[in-house]
């Protein structure tokens, strides 16, 4: 059973970056699929953000390229997030998640709440 | 504003059916068969409903179910149970210099 952990800072300055890790178990990052990240702001939709291959082929949300930094570790089967210049419209739950094709996305980590706050 | 158009609210009664729009181009849900739905309960993760328009994962109900036409896709489900009151959304594919996009969300409630 393929199951995903995200973890990292609740908390981050306005302008500062965002760091996330996204943890996998059950399956090898490096054995293939997209491996995802999607946020939702409290209260409203989701937000795809990116998706990266253990090769580093990668995909992004057109709205967040500039900021964002994906990156794999197939050693530790983690793979992650960083978003810069953050702002506190960058406040959400953000999950990850095992992307099939550049399409769907399952299954999904349980999310962890990031605030951007001073 | 969401790329994709779902309605804000959907109802019904136990044992009714309802069907959940969700509006897109001819860029993505009309220009692919890469719609995909999601339930998500309140505090929880979202959970993989449908998948390429029209497929179920192994475990979800077949009451379950997804169609397209044109630029609309559409989430059907049969059989209303209480479980079921939850937010859906609806995804695409949207070439790959938009990535993936989503419908900003439709809460379905169980009366």
């Known amino acids: 059973q393929v199951q995903l952990q995200e973890s990292g800072p609740g908390l981050v300055k306005p302008s500062e970056t965002l760091s996330l890790t996204c943890g996998v178990s059950g399956f090898s990052i490096s054995s293939g699929y997209y491996w995802a990240w999607i946020r939702q702001p409290p209260g409203k939709g989701l937000e795809s953000i990116g998706s990266m291959y253990h090769s580093g082929s990668t995909y992004y949300n057109p709205s967040l390229k500039s900021r964002v930094t994906l990156s794999v570790d197939t050693s530790k089967n983690q793979f992650y997030l960083k978003l810069s210049s953050v702002t506190a419209a960058d406040t959400a739950v953000y999950y990850c998640?095992?992307?099939?094709?550049?399409?769907?996305?399952?299954?999904w980590g349980q999310g962890t709440l990031v605030t951007v706050s001073s | 504003q969401s790329a994709l158009t779902q309605p804000p609210s959907a109802s019904g009664s136990p044992g009714q059916s309802v069907t959940i729009s969700c509006t897109g181009t001819s860029s993505d849900v009309g220009g692919y068969d890469y719609v995909s739905w999601y339930q998500q309960h309140p505090g929880k993760a979202p959970k993989l409903m449908v998948y390429e328009v029209s497929k179920r994962p192994s475990g979800v109900p077949d009451r379950f179910s997804g169609s397209k036409s044109g630029n609309t896709a559409s989430l059907t489900v049969s059989g209303l149970q209480a479980e079921d009151e939850a937010d859906y959304y609806c995804?695409?594919?949207?070439?790959?210099?938009?990535?993936?996009?989503f419908g900003g969300g439709t809460n379905l409630a169980v009366l």
């Open positions: 998640a095992r992307q099939h094709g550049n399409h769907w996305f399952d299954p």
């Open positions: 995804s695409s594919y949207a070439g790959s210099n938009n990535y993936v996009v």
